[in-house]
């Protein structure tokens, strides 16, 4: 069985700076994706990025980036230029590859504060 | 808005009663999930169904089950309900289960048990 671990509870930043969410997993499996997840207050979960384990290139979309370190099972998100809106519960999610199920494996979150 | 759409968005009820949560994945999504979301367990994958079949299963109450229709919307049935089962259960679709294949959640269903 998989599992996910997030360290760090809650965590604030201020508006304009990077902050970097810690996550670490545990796998015996080899091809597998890592996800975050943003849940604002409206409980909506949003994706925000998406890793695949055999890519060795780390993720990025606009502000966010991942930096995926597989032989430590380390998969952390920096948020650049921290905005208002980015203030969410932010969940790591692992997800195993295969025909019995593509289910996510949730860690048990960080919840981020930008302060204006 | 992710195209997933679930009903009712709150629910109240007694202990021991029953329910039924319902869910209508996007269009063209083959695969429904379900997940519970509690204070003490945080965010746990229910069950997944795939074209009406059952997929995978994971920690899920023998008092709660599920189906996926021939129209592909599933519903999730919560029977003996007690305080505990208060949760936020998400509905997420996908199109198929394997792959790079988002998963794209709907709003969930608060349920409060009495």
């Known amino acids: 069985a998989q599992t996910v671990t997030q360290s760090q509870p809650e965590m604030s930043v201020q508006e304009a700076e990077t902050v970097t969410l810690s996550c670490t997993y545990d796998?015996?499996?080899?091809?597998?994706?890592l996800f975050w997840y943003k849940q604002p207050p409206s409980r909506q979960m949003i994706l925000v990025i998406r890793?695949?384990?055999?890519?060795?290139q780390n993720a990025t979309e606009n502000r966010f980036s991942v930096n995926f370190q597989k032989a430590a099972k380390s998969f952390s998100l920096k948020i650049s230029d921290s905005q208002l809106g980015d203030t969410a519960m932010y969940f790591c999610?692992?997800?195993?590859?295969?025909?019995?199920?593509?289910?996510?494996?949730f860690g048990g979150g960080t919840r981020l504060m930008v302060k204006p | 808005d992710s195209g997933v759409t679930q009903t009712p968005k709150h629910l109240i009820t007694a202990t021991g009663q029953r329910v039924t949560l319902r869910c209508s994945p996007r269009?063209?999504?083959?695969?429904v999930y379900w997940y519970q979301q509690s204070l003490d367990q945080g965010l746990q994958f229910l069950i997944q169904y795939y074209n009406g079949e059952e997929r995978a299963k994971g920690n899920i109450l023998e008092r709660f089950s599920a189906q996926q229709f021939p129209d592909l919307h599933s519903e999730l049935n919560l029977s003996s309900l007690e305080l505990g089962d208060s949760a936020l259960y998400f509905c997420?679709?996908?199109?198929?289960?394997?792959?790079?294949?988002?998963?794209?959640f709907g709003q969930g269903t608060r349920l409060t048990v009495v």
């Open positions: 890793q695949e384990a055999y890519k060795q």
């Open positions: 997420a679709s996908s199109v198929a289960i394997t792959g790079n294949t988002e998963a794209f």
């Open positions: 999610a692992f997800m195993k590859l295969g025909w019995a199920g593509n289910m996510l494996t």
């Open positions: 796998t015996s499996e080899n091809n597998y994706y």
């Open positions: 269009s063209g999504d083959l695969s």
